[in-house]
C-alpha cells in the first residue's frame, strides 16, 4: 500500500542553519505530496504542496520538489529561525482520495538561537 | 473567523466512560476527517465522511463512533471499547474534492485516568 517516510527526528538546528527534512513515498500511482506543519498545542498547517513530478512547492523560505525517479520530497530551508521550531509532516494522496491523507511520522525540528 | 473550532481542549476520563470530542467548522466544506495522534506514530485516520448522513471507517475505527447529522458538525465518541484512549485528537475538513489541503482544528487532549 502507500505510505510515507520520514527522517527520524528530533533535529536540532542552531539559528541561521541549513535544514533538510528528508521524505520518501511509496504509491501505486501519481500522487500529490504535502509538507504540513505543527507549532506546540496546534493543530496542523498546510507548509507547501506539489501535485506532479519536478513540481517545487515552496512557502516562507521553505521548499521541497517532487523527485518522480527518487520517490522524495526532502524539505528544505536556507537558513532556520527559532520560529521555525515545531513537527514537520510530509504526507501524500492519491488522485481520487478525495482527501484522505497518508501521513509519515513526523520530525521534530528544535532551533536553538 | 472562518475555521474549525473543537472542544474540549483537555478532557479527563475514568476508565469505562464514554466521552464525545466536539468538531464544527464554518467553512462550508463538504467533507471532514478525525485523526488520533500518537507520540511517534504520526497521524491515523480514525473515520471520514464526505457527505452529510453518510461517514466511512478509517484505519483505526475500532472502540470510536462518529455522527455527521449538520454539514458543519463531525462529533468523535471514544467509547469504553477503545483500550487505548488517552491520545490527542485532531479534527479537520476539506471542500471534498481531492486536493488533499485539509484544514484543522486545534485539537482535543484526552486523559483517561
Known amino acids: 500500500g502507500n505510505s510515507v517516510t520520514q527522517m527520524e527526528g528530533p533535529v536540532t538546528l542552531s539559528e541561521e542553519a541549513f535544514l533538510t527534512i528528508n521524505c520518501t513515498y511509496t504509491?501505486?500511482?501519481?500522487?500529490?505530496l504535502f509538507w504540513y506543519v505543527q507549532y506546540p498545542g496546534e493543530g496542523l498547517q498546510l507548509l507547501l504542496k506539489?501535485?506532479?513530478?519536478?513540481d517545487k512547492g515552496s512557502n516562507k523560505g521553505f521548499e521541497a520538489t517532487y523527485r518522480k525517479e527518487t520517490t522524495s520530497f526532502h524539505l528544505e530551508k536556507g537558513s532556520v529561525q527559532v520560529s521555525d521550531s515545531a513537527v514537520y509532516f510530509c504526507?501524500?494522496?492519491?488522485?481520487?482520495?478525495?482527501?484522505?491523507?497518508?501521513f509519515g511520522q513526523g520530525t521534530e525540528l528544535s532551533v536553538k538561537p | 473567523d472562518g475555521g474549525i473550532t473543537q472542544s474540549p481542549k483537555y478532557l479527563f476520563r475514568k476508565e469505562g466512560q464514554n466521552v464525545t470530542l466536539s468538531c464544527e467548522q464554518n467553512?462550508?466544506?463538504?467533507?471532514m476527517y478525525w485523526y488520533r495522534q500518537d507520540p511517534g506514530q504520526g497521524l491515523r485516520l480514525i473515520y471520514y465522511?464526505?457527505?452529510?448522513?453518510?461517514?466511512q471507517k478509517g484505519d483505526i475505527a475500532e472502540g470510536y463512533s462518529v455522527s455527521r447529522e449538520k454539514k458543519e458538525s463531525f462529533p468523535l465518541t471514544v467509547t469504553s471499547a477503545q483500550k487505548n484512549p488517552t491520545a490527542f485528537y485532531l479534527c479537520?475538513?476539506?471542500?471534498?474534492?481531492?486536493?488533499?489541503?485539509?484544514?484543522f482544528g486545534e485539537g482535543s487532549r484526552l486523559t483517561v485516568l
Open positions: 504526507a501524500l494522496i492519491e488522485g481520487n482520495q478525495g482527501g484522505k491523507l497518508i
Open positions: 504509491a501505486t500511482g501519481y500522487p500529490s
Open positions: 506539489a501535485t506532479k513530478a519536478d
Open positions: 467553512l462550508n466544506h463538504d467533507a
Open positions: 465522511s464526505q457527505i452529510v448522513n453518510d461517514f
Open positions: 479537520a475538513s476539506n471542500p471534498g474534492y481531492a486536493s488533499g489541503e485539509l484544514f
